[in-house]
């Protein structure tokens, strides 16, 4: 008897390791999963404000209230909006099925370098 209750605290010991360690498993993908995300945001933030001080280079004299201020009545001009609608437009005929979009990540990091 004694020793069915020994056999019985290993095993559920051993079943506590396995379920820490898949505990850390869980912890490390998600890690993993949101450094790829920040990776991919910051790597956006930079290309847009590359494109912002190339085509503004007077950027860097205003503070971000003043650029906020500047870019929202810049993209609410009508031609600007054209461009924008225009853009969508040619970009939904060139997507690809739904079947390719989770490569369309891959491609969009490694499109701009």
Sequence with gaps: MIESKNDTNKNLEKALQVLEQAKKRVANEK??????RRKAENH????????????????YCYDEGELNRI?????????????????????RENTPPQ????NAENESEGGTE
């Excluded at 956006?44 to 950027?59: E, L, M, R, S, T």
């Excluded at 810049?74 to 054209?82: N, V």
């Excluded at 079947?99 to 989770?102: F, G």
Aim: hydrophobic share 30%; net charge positive.
């Design 44 to 59: 956006h933030k930079y290309i847009v404000g590359g494109i912002i001080a190339k085509y503004f280079p007077d950027c």
């Design 31 to 36: 890690k993993k999963q949101n450094e790829k």
């Design 71 to 91: 870019l929202s009545v810049a993209l609410q001009t009508r031609e600007c909006q054209q461009i924008i609608s225009k853009i969508k437009a040619d970009s």
């Design 99 to 102: 079947s390719n979009l989770p």
